[in-house]
């Protein structure tokens, strides 16, 4: 590794494209870092759902499925990975000097942790303790305190009967949203106003050690990103959030998409959001965490207030929105200081220079993605998937296969747009499973965050390229429903 220091960004970007280390992204799919290969050399996929089967030139995926227990998270998926013959063979068979490399995920845990040193790979993230400890969302206001990073009014507090979360949230109103410490918005959110709705989600709040109770607002979900580096706290702009829609998901607090566009929101929001993502990537320095990290703010629609909705402590679903935003395309992406940190390479950077700068309107260009998910109470099985690439709209509002590509850039005008396949031929379809990935340039919500007809349009027509059989579940084995799944893949 050169002991250089890198002074400007033509030095990073020299630097990561001469790179001789071999760094893999071990995941469910390729989608949360998709491109990054082309900014690092030696930089591969290891992906369990191959979602260009088989035409992406730096995606490895095993052949042959081995025997093992039924997937229960992406954590099992990276494990299951990490044991394949095929993949250990891979990996052994690009080392360099007899060192395995570096190694990304989304999600892992402890086994992940065993398993990839055992294979002489180095883990370029904080510890999946640090990490867990820092994902609790309990734990993430705690943070914000100590940053001084606004929170909705809120307390903290074990629920042993509906009548003692009204006694405990008094303060706080009738109307309440309850979060779990752990798991995907869409599934631990619940929102109750009376004891009906309360017994509705009854069992999963009373098993908690502690929940977090918070007033109920009228706000507009957002997302920003931002990386914690040895010279402050670097941040992305901050965008839109869909959060809900029907079209797209069955929870009613289910994340389903981003847009990024200049000028977005106010330039007080912005500017608060920038400021309290850098107070909180300062702070979670100082809890021992370094490296990329997403938050989601709430913006009061009543009072205009921005308030912190949860910390992801990882790379996230609006990853790939960031890293190939036309500042990032311009410098480079803020991924490439997560791996300037793991890689110990010494550097230099003016972070409020290079946020400040990426901050601006001129540097941005507008992109949409959608995440498309089955929403109906049903268990089918796919017979035929939209495949990955370059889809464009026909004038009669059905859309047709133009392409295969890996690149979101290809996409022209407004009648284009990239999709990546995740659930494929021979795959389940259950309520909440992820089909794919719609990207398309320009926004596809209204100023009031209403899905446009534009994207209404895009959605029915690519669900038209799925075809699947009904599958009745009391016919399926304990295993073959295991093997359906219910868990985030993104």
Known sequence: MSTKTLKTIADIRAFFKSNETPIYFISATNFNLLGMDEWVNNFKYISHIDCFEGQHP??????????????????????????????IEYIKSRSVNGKAGKALFLMFDEKTEELARGLGLDVCFPSSKLRSFLDNKVNTNRTAEKAGVACVPYVLSPVTSFEHLRKVSEKLGDSLVVQTPYGDSGHTTFFIS???????YKEEILKEKEVKIMKRINCYG?????????????????????????????YKGGWCGNEIYGNAFTPDIREKAKTYTQRFGDQLRKEGYKGYFELDFLIDKDNGEVYLGELNPRISGASSMTNHALFAMTDVPLFLFHLLEWLDVPYEVDVNTLTNRWAQAENMDSWSQLIIKHTRKTLEFTTEAASSGIWEMQKNGRIKFKKMDAHRQSVVGDNEAFFLQITQKDDYLYEGADMGILVMRGRLMTDDFQLIERAKRWIKALRMQYRADMIDSSLLTEEELMEAGDFKLL
């Open 58 to 87: 730096n995606l490895f995926s095993p052949k042959e499925e081995v025997p093992h227990d039924e997937f229960q998270s992406i954590e099992d998926i990276n494990n299951y990975l990490l044991q394949h013959p095929e993949v």
């Open 194 to 200: 009376n004891e009906e709705e309360f017994n509705t």
């Open 222 to 250: 957002t997302a920003i990103e931002g990386c914690v580096t040895k010279h402050g706290t670097l941040v992305a702009p901050l965008m839109t959030e869909l959060v809900g829609f029907k079209e797209l998901t069955p």
